[in-house]
């Protein structure tokens, strides 16, 4: 419950940090993919020096609010470019219906994520999935802008 509430309020931060933003536009888009592929990394590289460290997972959970704070800001900010991007003439429907899309998707990634990846392939599975996902769409914007 508590990383949701972190990640949520992550996101709204960024969300408001686009909005004041007008100059970041779809370069920005590069840098956030980017670090979603780092924290994606993460939690692998901090579960790894836990093991290393004889360290057991409750005691070094700390930083993973820290990290679902960080991918909430990143969500909103790459959120906020985007609508502004897409939507000029900002308000309408369109944003709305965007939005609607946006969350169906999260739905759908939150479910395979926790109910098909991380049982099959694990932590450092699911997250090299996210982290190429990420590469995908980093590829993706620099070839496209």
Do not use: N, Q
């Not at 949520?8 to 931060?13: H, I, L, S």
């Not at 993460?42 to 057991?56: D, E, T």
């Not at 939150?110 to 190429?132: D, E, K, N, Q, Y």
């Amino acid at each position: 419950m508590l990383l949701t509430a972190l990640f949520m309020a992550g996101a709204a931060a960024g969300v408001f940090a686009a909005a004041r933003r007008e100059r970041w536009g779809r370069g920005a888009l590069k840098a956030i993919h980017l670090g979603f592929i780092i924290l994606a990394a993460a939690p692998v590289v901090w579960a790894a020096l836990l093991r290393s460290f004889g360290i057991s997972s409750v005691s070094g959970s700390a930083p993973f609010f820290a990290i679902a704070g960080c991918a909430g800001l990143l969500t909103g900010s790459y959120y906020g470019i985007v609508v502004r991007t897409a939507f000029p003439e900002g308000g309408g429907y369109a944003p709305a219906g965007f939005y609607a899309w946006d969350m169906l998707g999260a739905c759908v990634g939150g479910l395979l994520g926790g109910m098909l990846l991380f049982p099959a392939i694990g932590l450092a599975g699911t997250a090299l999935c996210v982290a190429l996902m990420h590469a995908l769409a980093l590829a993706l914007i620099a070839g496209r802008w």
